[in-house]
């Protein structure tokens, strides 16, 4: 069968999670679990609208039978999703992308750095390590966002920042009172943090702009390069390493990534 | 076992080819070629300097269907994949080489079903070049004037009569299908060494510069002054991507019937020279000047594919530089790569 069939799909739950963004649950029309890794994406699509690559907000490890996907409304097909409501019928491709390398970070400290929407996919990946959390030593979150409002998952982020097994930062580029946390850039936060840097893994998703300063931040604290990932977004239209528009100087973003080591993206030059 | 055609035995051929094949050949089309499908043998020109698009294309048409979707009912979706047995007569060995290369790539795990449903199905009928058919080429300088595989049947002038190589089993049915035709002989194949033998003095180098290096060389330059004076006349109108036989980038697009009820998907050609190419839906590009893209292109060829299949991606038709307004030439490009490492940059 041709690779470009969606599989039928439902949304069984549509939630706002800020003013932009919603929070679509889909499950799998023929019953069957979409077996994806932290920081994998799915493509949806809409019949008469067309598709687009979206990261799953979800863990592997929960409930298993549904997916979830945080869509922000700035396009053609994220616009039409926004439009949508519980029973709608949609269509999912994938899961595509080689996902982050969990087996790797076994036993290790991990840091999480998530600038804005780049909490969408990473909340697969933090709800991974906080559901096994005994196979994980420290668990270190820094969360930043344009205003207060723009923050997402903000009970699951209250969570964390309340759980004593999580050291989680929060700040905002703005704010007013009664904001009662960190203002300023995201990387002002590392300064409230200490590492041990060759026993810590990192992962990084947010606006493109945000990378090289965050990874400077983590050079400087001297974590080794190979155990910086990042997750890096692109166009996309296949998902199959066809199409060509994720693709990064040699390597399509869609099948060799989205999740790259800094030590790979260094040698891209088109990557960071 | 090959066989001999003589010239007016030809339409014969063709006829025949047509009982079993949609036979896509070379036409004249307003003082230039085209690849397209014939309905009579006498359409046919055998010696064509280069067509307009390359015969690729119909394998990898534009606006392919997908799929089919119904409005009413989202569940309900159709898959397309269309195999119509085709013929592809008189294809020049760049052609040829290109082909093989789309194969490789498309082949490539998760595989591309619709153009491999549509490639083996396709019959492919060679053209020997004995000569450069035009100016602005380099299939001579990356040895892609020859074809070695990819083929059904191929046939060389070898005056009089045209030589028929028997490559498939397919080829081999098609022979015996037609009938009637002559065994090649020790003159047959003696002539057709001649013929081959003198190819080497008619051709001649495009690029100063060992084309094995070329890669390695494009990476020393890849942050050097010559993107930018590329850069300068780059329309971003993608032609080159276009007459390209070796591009392959595509959109993926829905459009909806005049009834409302029902459409189709379609792959529709892209070019990484347009300007929204790498664009995303919240306003970053992440290639935004034509500098960047046209070194793209090239790197695509000549670094990336290369890289993956072990040959270059580029076999040098010359299309995009014939089809390109802006008057820029790989050639020109490749020399000047060759040029700044001799002036020592």
New interface residues.
């Given amino acids: 069968m041709s690779n470009f069939i969606p599989m039928p799909a439902t949304l069984v739950g549509v939630r706002q999670v800020t003013d932009k963004e919603k929070l679509f649950t889909i499950s799998l029309d023929n019953g069957k679990n979409i077996k994806h890794r932290p920081c994998q994406f799915v493509i949806v699509s809409i019949s008469g609208v067309g598709e687009a690559p979206i990261s799953i907000s979800s863990p592997p490890t929960d409930s298993g039978k549904v997916i979830e996907l945080c869509v922000r409304s700035v396009g053609n097909l994220t616009g039409a999703m926004h439009r949508l409501s519980v029973n709608d019928k949609i269509g999912i491709r994938g899961p595509f992308g080689n996902g982050f390398p969990i087996e790797k970070i076994e036993g290790r400290d991990i840091l999480i750095v998530a600038g804005g929407l780049g909490l969408a996919p990473l909340r697969s990946l933090i709800k991974y390590v906080n559901n096994e959390r005994k196979r994980y030593r420290r668990f270190i979150l820094l969360i930043g966002a344009k205003r207060p409002a723009d923050i997402l998952f903000k009970e699951e982020v209250t969570k964390w920042d309340e759980d004593p097994g999580i050291e989680t930062h929060i700040t905002v580029d703005a704010a007013e009172p009664p904001w009662n946390k960190n203002v300023g850039v995201i990387t002002g936060l590392f300064k409230y943090i200490d590492i041990d840097p060759l026993k810590t893994v990192a992962a990084i998703v947010g606006p493109p702009v945000m990378y090289r300063f965050v990874i400077r931040e983590l050079l400087a604290k001297g974590i080794f390069e190979g155990n910086i990932f990042l997750d890096l977004e692109r166009r996309m239209r296949c998902g199959l390493g066809k199409c060509g528009h994720c693709q990064i100087n040699g390597i399509y973003l869609c099948q060799n990534g989205p999740v790259l080591s800094y030590l790979e993206a260094k040698k891209l030059q088109e990557a960071l | 076992m090959d066989v001999t055609v003589e010239y007016n035995d030809i339409d014969r051929f063709i006829l025949a080819l047509q009982s079993r094949y949609n036979v896509i050949a070379p036409v004249s089309k307003d003082g230039r070629f085209i690849f397209d499908l014939i309905d009579h043998p006498s359409k046919v020109s055998p010696k064509y300097d280069s067509t307009l698009l390359p015969p690729v294309k119909w394998i990898y048409p534009n606006d392919e269907a ?2 089919e ?3 009413k009912d ?2 309900k ?1 159709k ?1 397309i ?1 269309e195999s119509n047995k085709q013929a592809l007569l008189f294809v020049h060995p760049c052609d040829v080489n290109a082909i093989n290369i789309m194969d490789e ?2 082949a ?1 795990e ?5 153009y491999l449903k549509r490639r083996w199905s396709t019959v492919i009928i060679g053209y020997e070049c004995l000569g450069p058919c035009k100016e602005n080429i380099l299939c001579f300088d990356k040895s892609y004037h020859i074809a070695y595989s990819g083929f059904d049947l191929f046939f060389t002038d070898i005056g009089e009569r045209y030589y028929v190589q028997v490559a498939s089993s397919t080829g081999k049915e098609i022979i015996e299908m037609i009938g009637g035709l002559k065994k090649a002989g020790f003159s047959d194949k003696t002539e057709l060494f001649r013929v081959r033998d003198e190819r080497k003095m008619r051709f001649k180098k495009s690029i100063h510069g060992n084309m094995d290096m070329l890669s390695h060389m494009l990476k020393e330059a ?1 942050n050097d002054e010559i993107w930018n004076i590329e850069e300068k006349k780059c329309l971003s109108c993608g032609a080159c991507n276009i007459v390209c036989p070796t591009c ?7 459009e ?1 019937c005049p009834d409302m009820e029902k ?1 189709t ?1 379609y ?1 529709r050609w ?1 070019g ?1 020279q347009l300007h929204g ?6 306003g ?1 590009n ?2 935004k000047t034509a500098a ?1 893209r046209v070194r ?1 292109r090239v ?2 060829k000549e ?2 594919l290369k ?2 299949f072990g040959r270059s991606g580029c076999v040098g038709c010359g299309r995009c530089i014939d089809h390109c307004i802006a008057n820029i030439s790989l050639i020109e490009i490749f020399n000047k790569v060759f040029d700044r490492v001799r002036e020592g940059v």
């Fill in positions: 997908l799929l979707f119904d409005l989202a569940a979706i898959e994949t790539i498309l490539e998760p595989s591309d079903v619709n890849y392959y980038c595509f959109d993926v697009v829905d909806i459409g998907r792959r892209d990484c190419f790498c664009k995303v839906a919240t970053e992440f290639r960047e793209h790197f695509k670094v990336y890289k993956r």
